[in-house]
């Protein structure tokens, strides 16, 4: 599926959600990612989550959030594209060693396209809605840690809100798209059993979970590692488009 | 359910990359990091590592002194052989191994694409013209700097001696302001550099460049490919707009040569 025009109303609005919830969030002005320039900004005291310096590059416009203290080194050697400053080369610039800090990233964030159909599924599966109940609960079998999350880790627990699940005849869940809270938009995480891998349940469950999404009218995003190419496919098959590449130190 | 033009181009690029790479085929759907040593002839001579994946399995491709090294800190993920801290590690080994010391950088992730579909070529804003130019115009722009990731920076002499054809976008002028150039690789591929001039971006010049090269390698019978770097948002939109879909990912530790450019830049 070739993507949608730049200028579709869809798009747009998706986008924009998209690009307004991480300029707020940040503290960046709300046309940041479309200035065609890397805001630089000092971490806000109440800072989403801890880190030395974060960075996120949009197609038109680029955000770097740093400890107030490395403003001046931030400021001092700029990327010659606003996009690189996730590149580790200049990230970290600001790593330091006690206490020791780590590189992540680069992630890239993806926002809806346009809207996927109803998902066909295999004979004998089905989709059903999972509660954050039933998501905290499931965090310690460790068999869907992108679709439920792992106990204790980037306070999935507060932040999931439901999940969709392909349940086999018996109510068993193969695969399980996990909704969670980021910025006040719904991201979606999402594992398939490896047994049940290549029969197409990933971009099904996704889908599915993205329709439930916009029947809430909140807006969908995506998220995977830069090298995941398999992940990115199933963003692609989706109808979602990248919108922005994280990176940081923390 | 993938295209049959993506199976045959993902086919072909497998195929090369494993021929690149120095390794058999499967080993890009081993699930496993696969180390080997780099071949004697490759692509890209300026690389002392790389490390490529298609999803299914992680390859690192090493020059041979360096293999103990790697397997003694393998990554228990294979995938974590992308990640920045190991390859920092590894390219500091390097160069203490060199003598003299040698400067060495581990560059970022880079996207492979290749096509799913072909659209329709899209017609051209009023005023501006799509042409194919030879060797001469590209002798003549490249010195003036404006195509960097097309027509490479001066002393990426590897790249340019690879240029098989240019698709460039006049204004009313005649004006050049946006080129895609194709790089013939020699093994059944041929990737396209990318780029419009900064003030006429937004304009939809980017489709119509690339479109055009990619519909001309695939009547020479080869398969076109398209990269860029991760962070790359643009630069992704334009390759999925064109049709292409990401394939696999790339990354490695170069040797920094004077004066010449970062290629991963794009």
Redesign the interface.
């Given at each position: 599926m070739?993507?949608t025009r730049?200028d579709d109303p869809f798009r747009a609005t998706q986008f924009a959600a998209v690009h307004a919830a991480y300029s707020h969030a940040f503290g960046a002005r709300p046309d940041a990612f479309e200035s065609g320039e890397l805001t630089i900004l000092p971490r806000l005291d109440a800072a989403p989550f801890p880190y030395i310096a974060v960075a996120f590059?949009?197609?038109?416009g680029s955000v770097l959030s740093v400890s107030p203290d490395l403003l001046d080194v931030a400021t001092t050697r700029r990327p010659?594209?606003h996009?690189?400053i996730?590149?580790?080369?200049f990230l970290?610039r600001f790593q330091r060693q006690d206490p020791p800090v780590?590189?992540h990233g680069?992630e890239?964030l993806w926002a809806l396209g346009s809207a996927p159909l109803p998902p066909a599924l295999p004979a004998r599966l089905r989709i059903e809605e999972r509660d954050a109940s039933w998501m905290n609960a499931e965090q310690a079998s460790l068999r869907f840690p992108n679709g439920v999350g792992r106990p204790g880790v980037n306070a999935r627990a507060e932040r999931n809100r439901y999940a969709v699940a392909i349940v086999d005849a018996t109510g068993e869940p193969m695969a399980v798209a996990g909704v969670f809270d980021s910025f006040g938009l719904l991201e979606i995480g999402v594992d398939v059993l490896p047994e049940r891998q290549g029969a197409g349940l990933g971009i099904a469950v996704v889908a599915a979970a993205v329709r439930s999404i916009l029947e809430r009218s909140q807006t969908p995003l995506y998220g995977c590692?830069?090298?995941?190419?398999?992940s990115?496919?199933t963003a692609?098959s989706v109808g979602f488009?990248?919108?922005?590449?994280e990176?940081g130190v923390s | 359910m993938p295209s049959d033009l993506f199976s045959h181009c993902a086919s072909v690029v497998r195929r090369t990359e494993a021929a690149d790479m120095g390794c058999l085929e499967d080993a890009f759907a081993s699930n496993d990091l696969i180390v080997v040593p780099r071949p004697a002839k490759v692509l890209f001579p300026e690389y002392a590592m790389l490390v490529s994946s298609f999803g299914t399995g992680t390859v690192i491709s090493i020059e041979a002194e360096f293999t103990d090294w790697v397997h003694t800190n393998r990554p228990k993920k294979h995938w974590a052989a992308f990640n920045a801290s190991f390859l920092g590690q590894l390219a500091e080994h390097i160069s203490k191994s060199t003598n003299p010391p040698g400067q060495l950088h581990a560059r970022g992730i880079s996207l492979g694409f290749v096509l799913a579909e072909q659209p329709v070529i899209p017609g051209l804003p009023p005023g501006f013209k799509l042409e194919q130019r030879g060797r001469d115009w590209m002798d003549e722009w490249r010195l003036r700097e404006q195509f960097h990731n097309s027509l490479g920076d001066p002393g990426e002499d590897d790249w340019y001696d690879r240029l098989a054809n240019a698709f460039v976008i006049t204004d009313e002028s005649g004006e050049p302001v946006a080129a895609t150039a194709v790089g013939d690789d020699g093994n059944g591929r041929m990737e396209l550099g990318l780029d419009v001039r900064r003030q006429w971006r937004g304009l939809g010049l980017a489709r119509p460049a690339v479109l055009a090269a990619s519909r001309w390698v695939l009547d020479q019978g080869q398969v076109p490919y398209y990269t860029c770097g991760a962070a790359n948002v643009r630069s992704h939109l334009v390759a999925e707009s064109c049709g292409y879909r990401p394939l696999w990912s790339i990354s490695g530790i170069a040797r920094i040569v004077e004066g010449v450019g970062d290629q991963a830049a794009h």
């Open positions: 070739t993507g730049i590059a949009g197609a038109r010659p594209q996009h690189e996730v590149r580790p080369q970290t780590e590189f680069p890239i590692a830069a090298d995941n190419i398999r990115q496919r692609l488009l990248p919108i922005l590449t990176a | -």
